[in-house]
């Protein structure tokens, strides 16, 4: 059974920084495609960062420049280690898996297997 657990949230001032990590349990991670969300109260959730089975990224426009998603498939462990960080930023924050390899762009619908999150809040 896939298990995904978030840790790393905290509160922090504007401009300061936080490292997100997500392990991973159940399946063999080294292939598969993986990805942050964040998701305020009243609002959609919204794909943050991606990471494909070839190990390209893509950010969002609101995140780029300022986030970075990265892997190690050693400790089966997701990461978002975010800098400059903005009152826009606070949200809980989901690390999401999609059990199928791909090295192509793919829609955030697809990814099925979700963590508990983990809020980030950022004062001004």
């Known amino acids: 059974q896939v298990q995904l657990v978030e840790s790393g949230g905290g509160s922090v001032q504007a401009g300061g920084s936080l490292r997100l990590s997500c392990a991973i349990s159940g399946y063999t991670y080294s292939s598969y495609y993986m990805a942050w969300f964040r998701q305020v109260p009243g609002k959609e959730r919204e794909g943050v960062a991606r990471i494909d089975s070839c190990g390209s990224t893509y950010y969002a426009a609101s995140v780029k420049g300022r986030f970075t998603i990265s892997q190690d498939n050693a400790k089966s462990t997701l990461y978002l280690q975010m800098n400059n960080l903005k009152p826009e930023d606070t949200a809980m924050y989901y690390c999401?898996?999609?059990?199928?390899?791909?090295?192509?762009?793919?829609?955030?619908?697809?990814?099925?297997?979700w963590g508990q999150g983990t809020q980030v809040t950022v004062s001004s």
């Open positions: 999401a898996a999609r059990l199928t390899s791909a090295c192509y762009t793919v829609a955030w619908s697809t990814f099925a297997y």
